[in-house]
């Protein structure tokens, strides 16, 4: 475990980031259900969670400030046609939660054979995106060429 108080007195604004390594540090990852994250494009994501047994109506998908909520929930009314004798397919309850870099936009989800496709898609603003600015010459227009020469 890291102190980080520290970080807190001698610096501004960076508490969010000083919370996501709290965060971290006492994080135990979940097991259930299991899921992949692929990136699919320079700005496309995907995130893939094996949810068999569930249905759209038994999984709540939220963004809110940064964080993509996955809860699933089987309704009360299960359709069983006798006993169990061996349940391997869990269908418990459950909520994973992935903390989205900024920019980064759910485009949609899918849930196709046991398998939920979450489709993400980082959007930079314009005005965040490295742009050249020209250099012009002042004065008279005759603009110098300063060349590289080879101290002697």
């Known amino acids: 475990m890291f102190d980080l108080s520290p970080l807190y007195r001698s610096t ?5 980031l000083a919370h ?3 965060d971290v540090a006492s994080f135990e990852a979940p097991t259930y259900p ?3 994250i692929e990136r699919i494009g320079e700005d496309d994501y995907r995130v893939t969670m094996a949810v068999a047994g569930f249905s759209n109506d038994d999984i709540n998908i939220e963004v809110k400030q940064n964080v ?3 809860t699933g929930k089987k309704s009360d009314k299960q359709e069983t046609r006798g006993e169990f004798l061996h349940q391997g ?3 418990r309850a459950f ?9 980064v936009q759910v485009e949609g989800a899918e849930l196709n054979n046991g398998l939920l496709h979450i489709v993400l898609r ?3 603003p314009e005005a965040m995106k490295p742009r050249t ?3 012009k010459t002042a004065g008279n227009g005759n603009g110098k060429t300063i060349e590289n020469k080879k101290a002697a």
């Not at 501004?12 to 969010?16: A, I, K, P, T």
């Not at 909520?95 to 920019?103: G, T």
């Open 12 to 16: 501004v604004g960076f508490d969010r």
């Open 133 to 135: 600015i020209a250099v």
């Open 34 to 36: 299991p899921y992949n």
């Open 20 to 22: 996501l390594l709290d």
């Open 122 to 124: 980082r959007e930079v």
């Open 95 to 103: 909520e994973r939660r992935f903390q989205l870099a900024d920019y």
């Open 89 to 91: 397919i869990a269908q």
């Open 68 to 70: 993509l909520t996955v």
